[in-house]
């Protein structure tokens, strides 16, 4: 089975700055890819930002210039740096992993969320 165990998130002002993290753990073989959605009230859940093993990054447009989400594949850790954040922003952040596990097993993996508010 694999894990993955998000921290980081919190309330902040708009403006402010938050970094995610999310550490994946069990049997894992590889991981893919690696991302982050988010959720907001009474919103479907969207892609924020993907890295794959070799380093490519894929961004929302709404996060583009805003957000860098960089990986350390010896820790089969990914993070997620949010600068000038917007109300808009608020949202449950999950964690996600494409992963191959040691049993040769390939599924995407999710994290429980955790909450980014950003307060005016």
């Known amino acids: 089975q694999v894990q993955l165990v998000e921290s980081g998130g919190g309330l902040v002002q708009a403006g402010g700055s938050l970094r995610l993290s999310c550490a994946a753990s069990?049997?894992?073989?590889?991981?893919?890819?690696m991302g982050w959605y988010r959720q907001a009230p009474g919103k479907q859940r969207e892609s924020v930002a993907v890295?794959?093993?070799?380093?490519?990054?894929n961004y929302a447009d709404s996060v583009k210039g805003r957000f860098t989400i960089s990986r350390d594949n010896a820790k089969n850790t990914v993070y997620l740096q949010m600068n000038s954040l917007k109300l808009e922003d608020t949202a449950v952040y999950y964690c996600?992993?494409?992963?191959?596990?040691?049993?040769?097993?390939?599924?995407?993996?999710w994290g429980q969320g955790t909450q980014v508010t950003v307060s005016s």
């Open positions: 996600y992993a494409d992963v191959t596990t040691t049993a040769r097993a390939r599924f995407p993996s």
């Open positions: 069990g049997s894992i073989f590889s991981i893919n890819a």
């Open positions: 890295i794959i093993s070799g380093g490519s990054t």
